[in-house]
T-cell receptor
């Protein structure tokens, strides 16, 4: 497809389980972002990948959160030992040249931890 | 502490009225963007401003970037129900290259 694709669109998991969220950015986009959005709130920065540079992980809320980007394309956000406060919509975005250029967002993954 | 403060948090108006939402910071921005987000969707870019004092118009939407590049406003003239959504500002500061940060957003509801 032409846009940013995220999967799954919805995920319900039990507290303590691990989850993996996937993002397929727009082909050719060098920058990839992960954000978290709680109900009715703005976007909380999690992590940023730019080309082959080391990612900016400064927004990851705890060491239970990690992300990787393989081959400069697909990215996976992993949350280990999920907690109820992890429940949110996780949004992925990509942009062609990096910050300041238009970020294209996926529809997000709604994560519910029960 | 939120880098970008947006106000108001919520705005409900009648069709045909005008509205203004604000985005402020104590930091200097290298660039600032406005996005609109509808329920169940990701944000979509409306505009990018980079020059202090810049004014951009997009149909009934007018965007201003403060002279000092610390604040911005979005003005909608003769609002329509299709303008309903969460309006988010996002910015790069001069010392946070790479970290595109978002404000908490202004929820706008335009009723017929």
């Amino acid at each position: 497809g032409a846009g940013v694709s995220q999967s799954p669109s919805n995920k319900v998991t039990e507290k303590g389980k691990d989850v993996e969220l996937r993002c397929d950015p727009i082909s050719g986009h060098t920058a990839l972002y992960w954000y978290r959005q709680s109900l009715g709130q703005g976007l909380e920065f999690l992590i940023y990948f730019q080309g082959n540079s080391a990612p900016d992980k400064s927004g990851l809320p705890s060491d239970r959160f990690s992300a990787e980007r393989t081959g400069g394309s697909v990215s996976t956000l992993t949350i280990q030992r999920t907690q109820q406060e992890d429940s949110a919509v996780y949004l992925c975005a990509s942009s062609l040249l990096g910050p300041g250029t238009e970020a294209f967002f996926g529809q997000g993954t709604r994560l519910t931890v029960v | 502490t939120q880098l970008l403060e947006q106000s108001p948090q919520f705005l409900s108006i009648q069709e045909g009225e005008n509205l203004t939402v604000y985005c402020n910071s104590s930091s200097v921005f290298s660039s600032l963007q406005w996005y609109r987000q509808e329920p169940g969707e990701g944000p979509v870019l409306l505009v990018t401003v980079v020059t202090g004092g810049e004014v951009k118009k997009l149909k009934r939407l007018t965007f201003q970037f403060g002279d000092a590049r610390k604040d911005s406003s979005l003005h909608i003239t003769a609002a329509q129900p299709g303008d309903t959504g969460l309006y988010l500002c996002a910015a790069l500061t001069t010392d946070s290259w790479g970290k595109l940060q978002f404000g908490a957003g202004t929820q706008v509801v335009v009723t017929p």
